[in-house]
């Protein structure tokens, strides 16, 4: 009974890091496709991973709210990632048969903007990554005739890129950024410029300029709003982890209840012997 007591004392233990809900595709949809190849289906199932972050509002091209809801799965000869757009992308080890790892590579925050355009979507806060550091995911796009997620790559050690093609970005102006600011932050952008072209601002002063124009816009998270998602995620966790602790002590004490049980009917039957 003790030693059963100290196991699932080790498995909750090991269990109630931070669990928040992730969305994930359990099957792959098998008519039509290539097992294997690039799929997309809806976000319904949820499974739990360790993770430090809530995903951030939609924010973007309105016209990329199609994506929202929708995973899509892409595999390599080790992994299978799984990228649910304005979510979250995983990564699970398909080689390995026992225990394989299963790790969210990050959780979207908000946008990288270069040159007036959205290039990439950034998913940060992932598994951690040695002592210290967390996966996170640049999510880049282009022009392709169906969505899907072409590929995913890992250039530097937990720093990742996803490929993700899809007509919804193929016209000239649908990921620029400037006719998607409402009115008066597109007049704070003219001013800046024209600040910058008459030599009024320094580089430092011009980009920090734009960043507060892109947090205002909700294109960019600001440490404040990283802080609170983060923090977000910790309070779940703390509910998860206090309905983990009372499933696995309430499961204990059913063991002890049958352990119990069957002390009193060995007893019985040897009592029943000796009298026999």
């Given at each position: 009974m003790i030693l059963i007591f100290l196991s699932l004392t080790w498995q909750l233990t090991a269990a109630v890091n931070e669990m928040v809900a992730m969305r994930v595709i359990s099957e792959l949809p098998s008519a039509g496709y290539v097992y294997g190849s690039q799929q997309k289906t809806d976000a319904k199932p949820e499974e739990k991973y360790n993770v430090r972050m809530k995903p951030a509002r939609f924010s973007g091209p309105e016209h990329l709210q199609d994506l929202s809801g929708k995973c899509f799965k892409c595999r390599d000869q080790k992994y299978e990632y799984v990228m649910c757009p304005f979510h979250n992308i995983t990564q699970e080890d398909i080689q390995a048969y026992y225990e394989p790892y299963r790790g969210v590579l990050g959780v979207w925050s908000d946008w990288t903007i270069e040159n007036n355009e959205f290039v990439a979507m950034n998913m940060i806060e992932g598994s951690r990554c040695g002592e210290g550091t967390h996966r996170s995911t640049k999510v880049t796009f282009s022009c392709g005739a169906i969505s899907e997620l072409a590929e995913?790559?890992?250039p530097e050690k937990c720093r990742y890129v996803a490929k993700f093609k899809t007509p919804l970005v193929c016209g000239q102006n649908a990921m620029v950024v400037y006719p998607r600011l409402p009115g008066t932050l597109q007049r704070q952008w003219d001013e800046v410029e024209q600040n910058w072209q008459d030599g009024d601002l320094t580089e430092k002063g011009y980009k920090r300029q734009l960043e507060a124009i892109f947090v205002k816009a909700g294109f960019h998270l600001s440490p404040d709003m990283k802080r609170s998602l983060l923090h977000k995620a910790a309070g779940k966790t703390d509910e998860s982890c206090q309905a983990a602790l009372e499933a696995a002590l309430a499961h204990v004490s059913q063991l002890e209840e049958e352990l119990k049980l069957k002390d009193d009917i060995?007893?019985?039957?040897?009592?029943?012997?000796?009298?026999?």
């Open positions: 995913v790559t890992e060995i007893k019985e039957l040897e009592e029943n012997k000796n009298i026999a």
